[in-house]
Structures are given as C-alpha cells and as structure tokens.
C-alpha cells in the first residue's frame, strides 16, 4: 500500500498526471469517472454519499492554480490527519446492521481518510479572499476572518458553492482511486486476483462540506444549506438519500480515532436527523495542538512504541507522526458512547489499526 498510494506534501503519482480535459471531467463527475477509467467496481458509488458526485459542480469556477495543484495529485493521501489505515473488526455492537454493511469480527478492513488535496486547499484559498470583501460589501460584522461569508443569493456564493462542490467531487475519485490501489496492493500481496479479495466499499462520507438538504423546520419542509465541518452526514433508516442498501438499517457513520487506539462504524438515526440537521461528529477531536504533540513526542520512540501497541506506521515523515500521536487525541471510544447515548448514532462496529500509513 505504501508504494502504491502517494503519501506527503506535494505527493503524485508519475503515472496519473491528468490533462486539462481529463481533469475537468473529475470535478464533474466525481467517482463515477474514476470506476470509468477503471478504477474501481460498477456497485461502489451505490455506496457513496450522493453516489459520489455533488450536482451543481462548475469546474469552470476552479482557478487555474488550483487545477495546477489537483493535475498530479489524484489517487494521493496528503499529510496531516490524513491517513490509509488496515484496521480488523474486535467487537460488533449490533449483530443485524454489522450485517447489512458486511461487517464481522476479525475480519480485516481498510479506512481511508483523505480530501481534494491541494485544489481544495487552494479553492478555499481563493474564495477566503473573496469573501473577506464580500462580508464588508454586505454589511456583515465577522468576530474572525476565517468566519467570512456573503448571502447565499449572492454571486460570490454561487461561484464559491460551485467551486466547492468541483473539489468535493475531487474528493470522491480521489478515495476512489485510492481504494482501487489498495485491493491492487491486497491483491498483489497475497498472489490472487483482485476480485477474490472481497473487498467492497462499505461507505464513502464528506466530513468538510456544505450542501443543499431538505428538513423539516417549525411544521414545514426547507431546503437548506447544511455546512459541516469535522461532522458527517447520518441520515436514518427509511430516508431516500441514504444508501439503497442501508435503507432498512440508516447509512454507515465513520468516526475514526487515533492510530494507536480504535476506530467506529455506526448508523444514522431518526434522531439525528431531527435535532442535528442528520449529522454526527467525525473523529475524536485533538487535546493536543500540533505544536504541543511535537513537544510532547520528544525522547519518544514513537514507531517503536506504536509496534509494541500491535501497530506497524509507515510515513512520509517523522513530523507528521508526532503530530499525529496517540496521545494528541481525545480517546474516541468516549466520544462515540457520547453520541450512541444521545441517539445521533447508533454503535455498530469497533476497528483497531494493524497497520498505518501517513503522510
């Protein structure tokens, strides 16, 4: 895996360099264009959140430098909290949706963690200036500058909006590449064909988005603009967004913790649904900066420590995995007892790493 899927600041794969056209195509169409270069399983995008493709992408709204950025970084994990993770099922919480998503004890799993990369970063980048000026024109006070913003109606919105939902969809065929890397690397690894591996995609969920839904608010149905930011979507059993497959159970919930602890897979509720806009929270949040973890990491042996922990790390550099301790992170099986006990969720799986890669 570690050879197979670019991992860094700045990573790129020689052999996925895309044109113009090529990439354009990308930021409209999403994981379907990747399972059309073959890159992937026809069923994969009946199991990604809006089948992988944000509609209302205008590639056409992208700078330049961003498309630079996003033309050699397709199919790469990036630095950061990002992360490719093979993980194995200990426990199973609920035996009928651990079911229906395919999901048992001891069985291995694989979790990635990735975005749009450098052309996302450099959308917001663009548009951050944009909308500083935009809130003044408008009228708006801002207690923070990253808080800028302009009336949806607005044509700085429109254009910010568009360009969002072209790096979403970035996004999703850059995970689904990935994915397909990694049953190659299973596959390889173990000497058979890939489709003997058995590896489907269970869920696929943006965790750093705004998107047009449909809620009921004080007696009436509203569209609205649903931003969530280190939140996912957790749509319940029966709603006609989620997942035709999860229908009877609500779409898959992924709350990944740190790499030496556990991860969770969960479902959406009707609860959520009404008191949280269908949203959950996305991951376990840090108790250490960056910085703080770097100071703290120090006089460790970090890899060492991690293999006595079970857990083998493969990285792009030593910075990134101090940053990234376990210790830098609240632990997760709190969070998510949290919110199985609030409703917004329901526990379905616990998965520990055996092996990590970072950036």
Same mark, same amino acid.
């Given at each position: 895996?570690?050879?197979h899927?670019?991992t860094?600041?700045?990573?790129?794969?020689?052999? #996925?360099?895309?044109?113009?056209?090529?990439?354009?195509?990308?930021?409209?169409?999403?994981?379907?264009?990747? !399972?059309?270069?073959?890159?992937?399983?026809?069923?994969?995008?009946?199991?990604?959140?809006?089948?992988?493709c !944000?509609?209302?992408? =205008?590639?056409?709204?992208?700078?330049?430098?961003?498309l630079e950025?996003?033309?050699?970084? /397709?199919g790469?994990?990036?630095?950061?909290?990002?992360?490719?993770?093979?993980?194995?099922?200990?426990?199973?919480?609920?035996?009928r !949706?651990?079911?229906?998503?395919? #999901?048992?004890?001891?069985?291995?799993?694989?979790?990635?963690?990735?975005?749009?990369?450098?052309?996302?970063? *450099?959308?917001?980048?663009?548009? /951050?200036?944009?909308?500083? *000026?935009?809130?003044?024109?408008?009228?708006?006070?801002?207690?923070?500058?990253?808080?800028?913003?302009?009336?949806?109606?607005?044509?700085?919105?429109?254009?910010?909006?568009?360009?969002?939902s072209?790096?979403?969809?970035?996004?999703?065929?850059?995970r689904?590449?990935?994915?397909?890397?990694?049953?190659?690397?299973?596959?390889?690894?173990?000497?058979?064909?890939?489709?003997?591996?058995?590896?489907?995609?269970?869920?696929?969920?943006c965790?750093?988005?705004?998107?047009?839904e449909?809620?009921?608010?004080?007696?009436r149905?509203?569209? /609205?603009?649903v931003?969530?930011?280190?939140?996912?979507?957790?749509?319940?059993?029966?709603?006609?967004?989620?997942?035709?497959?999860?229908?009877?159970?609500?779409q898959?919930?992924?709350?990944?913790?740190?790499?030496?602890?556990?991860?969770?897979? #969960?479902?959406?509720?009707?609860?959520?649904?009404?008191?949280?806009?269908?949203?959950?929270?996305?991951?376990?949040?840090?108790?250490?900066?960056r910085?703080?973890?770097k100071?703290a990491?120090?006089?460790?042996?970090?890899?060492?420590?991690?293999?006595?922990?079970?857990?083998?790390v493969?990285?792009?550099?030593?910075?990134?995995?101090?940053?990234?301790?376990?210790?830098?992170?609240? =632990?997760?099986?709190d969070?998510?007892?949290?919110?199985?006990?609030a409703?917004?969720?329901?526990?379905?799986?616990?998965?520990?790493?055996?092996?990590?890669?970072?950036?």
């Amino acid at each position: 895996m570690y050879k197979h899927v670019p991992t860094g600041v700045g990573a790129h794969r020689r052999d #996925l360099k895309l044109s113009r056209p090529e990439l354009m195509r990308v930021l409209a169409e999403g994981a379907a264009w990747a !399972i059309k270069e073959g890159f992937g399983w026809r069923g994969d995008v009946d199991n990604l959140e809006e089948g992988g493709c !944000i509609r209302g992408a =205008d590639p056409e709204q992208v700078s330049e430098r961003a498309l630079e950025r996003g033309a050699g970084q /397709l199919g790469t994990l990036g630095s950061g909290n990002h992360f490719a993770e093979i993980q194995y099922v200990t426990e199973i919480y609920d035996e009928r !949706i651990a079911e229906a998503f395919g #999901l048992f004890v001891d069985q291995i799993t694989v979790m990635i963690h990735s975005g749009s990369r450098g052309l996302g970063h *450099q959308v917001c980048e663009d548009h /951050l200036r944009v909308m500083v *000026q935009a809130a003044a024109r408008y009228g708006i006070e801002l207690p923070d500058r990253q808080l800028c913003c302009a009336p949806l109606s607005s044509p700085e919105a429109k254009r910010y909006l568009a360009a969002m939902s072209a790096a979403a969809n970035f996004a999703f065929a850059n995970r689904q590449v990935m994915a397909h890397w990694v049953r190659e690397s299973f596959a390889a690894a173990l000497g058979i064909p890939v489709e003997r591996t058995g590896m489907s995609v269970v869920y696929d969920v943006c965790h750093n988005i705004a998107k047009f839904e449909t809620f009921t608010v004080e007696g009436r149905d509203r569209r /609205l603009c649903v931003h969530r930011k280190g939140a996912t979507r957790a749509y319940p059993p029966g709603h006609p967004a989620t997942p035709a497959p999860y229908r009877e159970t609500g779409q898959p919930v992924l709350i990944p913790g740190d790499m030496g602890r556990y991860s969770y897979v #969960l479902a959406g509720t009707q609860r959520a649904y009404e008191q949280t806009f269908g949203s959950t929270c996305h991951g376990a949040g840090r108790r250490l900066s960056r910085a703080a973890a770097k100071r703290a990491s120090r006089g460790h042996a970090l890899l060492r420590e991690m293999e006595d922990r079970g857990v083998v790390v493969m990285a792009a550099g030593m910075a990134t995995v101090a940053e990234e301790m376990p210790d830098a992170y609240k =632990d997760v099986a709190d969070v998510v007892r949290v919110v199985h006990e609030a409703g917004l969720s329901t526990r379905v799986a616990q998965l520990r790493p055996i092996g990590v890669i970072k950036g």
